[in-house]
């Protein structure tokens, strides 16, 4: 029978730890375990979503993302019944010996609905909406991803001198040949997607930009009196 859970209810709180143990025989015939920890806690009060994952010893990473009303929303988009159903293992499954992966995963609701779910970590170990779960987290946290003191398009960025005109490689759909244009736009980049005009028709494409420099007009890798110019930054009408 399916247990019920209040419609009304509200996830205050999601707990997943996460413990693997590894079995390393070396060399001389001799064996040792290794140990690895990974935590995930989602708080709608707190606002916050720390990460933990203890790698080996004197090896750990300690993530937190605070994201006002973010964290909330996010946790709203799960129904208080979740975790609740697991697939289960067949009576005789061949299991890796060397290795054991456990998970608690615990869950506090605003009614005190309040459950935890223990298990292997595996697919017919893990609540079967675990995928989902894990997935829409994963997305979440990628959104804010990593600052710009990694960004290349930063960290590698040339001002143009005066003179220099803008131009772009851009390449199209099935091809891998570049095209030069020129653009005024000093926002554009590379991986983004481009109107131009092509053939003696000047048809409007949708193009890739590949590549971009600066260079002055005695310097440029095309003639300058034959190169055409990007007609915009892309739309989504454009792909439509």
Known sequence: MEKYF???DKIDKIEIKYYRKDLIEDSESSAYTEDSYEEVIIDRYEENI?????????????????????VSE???SFSPGIFSEAEGHYFDPVKNPTTSNLYI??????????????GSFDKEGL?????????????????YGVGDIFDEDLYEKVFRRQGELIVCGVIFKNSYKSYFYLT????????????????KDNLETVGQIATKGYYLPENMPYPLDNIKKIIRRCSLSDFQ
């Open 6 to 8: 209040n419609p009304y």
């Open 50 to 70: 720390s990460y933990k994952r203890k790698l080996s010893q004197g090896i750990e990473v300690d993530q937190n993302y605070h994201v006002e009303m973010g």
């Open 74 to 76: 996010f946790l709203d």
């Open 105 to 118: 995963i615990r869950l506090i609701s605003e009614k005190g609905n309040n459950r935890e779910v223990v």
């Open 127 to 143: 609540p079967k909406d675990y995928k989902d779960f894990i997935e829409s987290l994963y997305n979440f946290l990628s959104y």
């Open 184 to 199: 005024d736009d000093d926002d554009l980049c590379p991986g983004d997607f481009v109107l131009v005009p092509t053939g």
